[in-house]
């Protein structure tokens, strides 16, 4: 049976953390503020800007909503940014993509008309290149990444000569992850759509890591004994048993019942690297905000 790597052990040791820096930073009149910027309402952007205002509320965080209809136009939500990139009282800010609709020709443009000094979620081109040169100055690394590296480092994992394979090529995790893990002095193999023999590449594996974002997608043959395996994913399983009773839950790219009695380390989902995202953007924000008020302080 595989040792469950859980977030919620993760999320405590940060949001304590981030908690104390809360305080400080208001004992010196600074009120550290996170901007979501939404447009539509997409069930999983609804989801996730729930979960985050929670529990920002719960380390000492504001949260400001600023909510545009489905249909916004490329000038609304670039008047929404540079107003939100004057507000010295705003220090981070998220916003959801992908962009709905006609705005997704405009995205690119859209996400680096914001500062990088307030990008918490790396969408700016200056933050993926923070990322790429291992320049913490210029930004924030992406959330999901970051948390899997937190993940790694929380279970006491060093990377130093471990050979990682990442199973997905975004720039939203899989391409980050792998300069990040390498960074870490882990040799990294990058599978991807047009791989051949992804399960001979990933059996090679220390460290596993699917972000393919395809349910049911890892299955036995993909892995081996000794192994630790980070689901990354957030699938939407028609089968799977609720809370409720009933069918339709989350579920990530493994086929956990095939992968977790091989392997050594899993992180099940739910309940595993999601919930450390979240707190990863809040730790920027507290970041972004003690970094501004040194600047003007």
């Known amino acids: 049976m595989a040792k469950l790597l859980l977030g919620k052990e993760v999320t405590q040791s940060i949001d304590g953390d981030v908690a104390a820096r809360a305080q400080r930073l208001s004992a010196r009149g600074v009120q550290p503020t996170l901007a979501i910027v939404r447009v539509g309402e997409d069930p999983s952007d609804l989801s996730y800007e729930r979960g985050a205002m929670r529990r920002a509320e719960g380390v000492g965080i504001a949260v400001r909503r600023h909510m545009l209809p489905a249909d916004a136009d490329r000038d609304q939500l670039l008047d929404v940014i540079d107003a939100l990139n004057e507000d010295d009282s705003v220090h981070g800010v998220l916003l959801f993509r992908p962009l709905p609709g006609p705005l997704r020709a405009y995205q690119t443009e859209?996400?680096?008309r914001l500062r990088p000094e307030k990008d918490v979620d790396c969408m700016t081109d200056l933050s993926n290149a923070g990322v790429f040169e291992g320049r913490a100055d210029l930004g924030f690394p992406p959330c999901t990444p970051e948390a899997c590296m937190a993940m790694l480092s929380h279970y006491g994992v060093d990377l130093t000569g471990k050979r990682a394979v990442v199973i997905g090529r975004s720039m939203v995790v899989g391409r980050p992850l792998s300069m990040m893990l390498m960074a870490a002095n882990a040799t990294v193999t990058t599978c991807h759509t047009r791989t051949v023999d992804v399960p001979g590449i990933t059996r090679t594996a220390d460290v596993l890591v699917t972000s393919a974002g395809k349910l049911g997608s890892l299955t036995r043959e993909f892995v081996r004994e000794g192994q630790i395996v980070i689901d990354v994913s957030i699938n939407w399983d028609e089968d799977k048993p609720n809370a409720k009773?009933?069918?339709?839950?989350?579920?990530?790219?493994?086929?956990f019942d095939e992968v977790e009695p091989v392997v050594q380390a899993i992180t099940p989902v739910p309940g595993g690297v999601g919930?450390?995202?979240?707190?990863?953007l809040l730790r920027h924000v507290i970041e972004a905000a003690e970094r501004s008020a040194e600047t003007c302080c």
């Open 275 to 280: 919930a450390v995202t979240t707190s990863i």
């Open 110 to 112: 859209i996400m680096n």
């Open 245 to 255: 009773g009933g069918r339709g839950a989350i579920a990530g790219d493994c086929v």
